[in-house]
């Protein structure tokens, strides 16, 4: 008689799966755990542990070769993941080498990414803005893309359960299109941003400067404390991995909260090949996936899959999960299934002097800057160009300047090099890109990465639009430079490709229509309705503001539906 494992889809069985265990899918992972579901975390690559695995987090420069810089080598092998500010020997093992995992650039595109426990939520930068109805209701009232199915009104609550549990340093600002968060004591800016703050309110009807508002515990809450976190020491390593839990991360929050409760499993190593589709249910009954050490096939199931891989591999596995009833993906009916991809558009930025304040300085290094919420188009169209930009910037003072500029040597010279150099002003855009049809990804027909699935074909590009948006901000970021009373202004178009921004978002947008979007009010596929996608992949636009606090808030709603479905025997 032959020994068939009858038992073997039972011990593989979960109330529910996520794929990823990123920023969203951790908060995916946490809602789903504390709602009492057993839920199975697939993340694709290594673990990573809170504290313990953050090897270089103390580290000093000369404990570290090249003084952390990357050896040239090294920067040769991967022009792409070298090109990100956040990479160098203290941050590397947390980014994705080059060679290790391939894709097709059809176009120019640099796919940041990060292959661990907590995906990006352990490099990225922290800032975090809420959508107000001017982004929600953009699409609607200025012809493209399609209208959101939601409004802020929708996401408000979700919002401030994130921000409470996250911890967001800022102010209530009282901005009309930058609606205020839950907030904790703010980071200050400093004299010169404090001078170019005044000098905007003075010159200007329609503009703000305030201090960001980041995920950094300035004044840790109970709640905060619970998830063993503490008090942000402004050091800025936090690219390393933060030992205090300073800033939020999966690894330090969401990821041990929701292992606490005993309902979750994580397993690292497992990359996702395909959902699994049930043609006679109608309905996905799990995930196939590939043991990153091993190449064993192993299948798990689920009543309801949340998909948190980050926008473009959600594509990726989206267009890979295949069957009968979708020969072109799941939930692909209508063929836009990793169409309408966007990014934001960080190609300008400039530098300033300035000639003052020189007996004024500032401590820590504070982690987060000046910011100008988008003033373009906001109320009405009343540019060439459609959507607009935020802006940030912060004022510094450099003592290496000193030692570039400064003649001399011997011990004079090198006390001088303790003095602070002149004020600079470095001043960014972040620009909102309007998603376009010809912005796709797609699977290659020919290439394959090392499990066998097919290798990401990226063909994503600036549009005359972009193009409009970066001219106004560098115009007009120099004109506010000039009323602040700086000089020496240089204006910069990087002209960097898509991608470097790390903010790629779309392809399973949301919509009201199936015919002409993927995903539902509640974040399910239309076609497929236990199946949940609420990282980047489900954004309809892009907005002008930093995206991860959208991504958290739309998890935690999705979850709250899903398991009053589940309650209701909907799903």
Aim: with cysteine; proline share 5%.
């Amino acid at each position: 008689m032959a020994n068939l494992n009858i038992t073997a889809q039972d011990q593989n069985t979960y109330d529910a799966i996520v794929i990823g265990s990123g920023i969203s899918g951790g908060w995916a992972a946490k809602e789903l755990c504390d709602k009492g579901l057993k839920t199975l975390v697939l993340e694709r690559g290594r673990e990573v542990k809170h504290i313990q695995d953050y090897p270089t987090t103390t580290k000093r420069p000369w404990e570290m070769p090249y003084r952390g810089r990357m050896p040239e080598s090294a920067e040769e092998a991967n022009p792409i993941v070298n090109r990100c500010y956040a990479y160098d020997q203290y941050t590397k093992h947390f980014f994705v080498e080059d060679d290790k995992h391939p894709y097709v650039q059809e176009k120019p595109f640099d796919w940041i990414r990060g292959y661990q426990t907590g995906g990006k939520s352990l490099i990225w930068a922290r800032q975090t803005q809420r959508w107000s109805d001017y982004e929600f209701e953009a699409p609607a009232r200025d012809g493209f893309a399609v209208d959101w199915p939601i409004r802020h009104k929708d996401l408000a609550p979700w919002y401030s359960h994130v921000e409470k549990f996250v911890g967001i340093s800022g102010n209530r600002d009282g901005i009309k299109n930058l609606p205020d968060s839950e907030v904790l004591p703010p980071f200050e800016l400093n004299c010169l941003e404090k001078h170019i703050q005044q000098k905007v309110k003075e010159s200007y009807d329609d503009r703000q400067v305030i201090i960001g508002r980041c995920a950094h515990l300035t004044e840790p809450q109970e709640i905060h404390l619970q998830q063993g976190r503490g008090q942000c020491q402004a050091r800025h390593y936090c690219y390393r991995g933060c030992p205090y839990g300073g800033y939020f991360s999966s690894n330090s929050s969401t990821l041990p909260w929701a292992a606490k409760t005993g309902n979750m499993t994580l397993r690292p190593h497992s990359v996702a090949h395909s959902i699994i589709y049930d043609e006679q249910d109608g309905r996905a009954t799990g995930v196939r996936v590939i043991d990153a050490e091993t190449n064993e096939s192993i299948e798990y199931f689920a009543r309801i899959i949340f998909v948190n891989a980050a926008a473009l591999n959600t594509n990726l596995l989206l267009l890979n999960s295949t069957s009968s009833r979708f020969p072109n993906g799941l939930g692909n009916d209508n063929d836009l299934l990793g169409r309408y991809v966007a990014f934001h558009n960080y190609r300008g930025s400039m530098l300033a002097s300035f000639d003052g304040f020189e007996d004024q300085y500032y401590y820590g290094r504070r982690p987060t800057t000046a910011f100008m919420p988008s003033f373009r188009n906001v109320f009405r169209q009343e540019t060439d160009f459609l959507r607009g930009y935020m802006v940030a910037f912060s004022a510094s003072r450099q003592s290496w300047q000193r030692g570039m500029l400064q003649e001399g040597f011997g011990t004079d010279w090198k006390e001088g090099l303790s003095e602070p150099g002149p004020w600079q002003v470095y001043m960014m855009m972040q620009g909102e890109t309007v998603p376009q049809y010809e912005n796709h990804v797609r699977l290659s027909d020919t290439e394959k990465d090392a499990w066998g699935i097919p290798q990401l074909v990226v063909s994503v590009d600036y549009t005359e639009n972009d193009e409009a948006v970066l001219k106004d901000f560098l115009e007009q970021g120099s004109e506010i430079l000039e009323k602040s009373g700086c000089t020496d202004i240089r204006t910069m178009d990087s002209g960097q490709a898509p991608g470097l921004d790390i903010h790629e978002m779309g392809g399973v947008r949301m919509g009201h229509d199936p015919k002409t979007s993927l995903l539902n009010k509640w974040n399910q596929l239309h076609v497929c309705k236990n199946v949940f996608v609420t990282d980047g992949a489900c954004m309809t636009s892009v907005g002008n503001q930093n995206p991860s606090l959208t991504f958290m808030a739309l998890t935690v709603r999705a979850v709250d539906h899903a398991t009053k479905e589940i309650n209701r025997q909907n799903l």
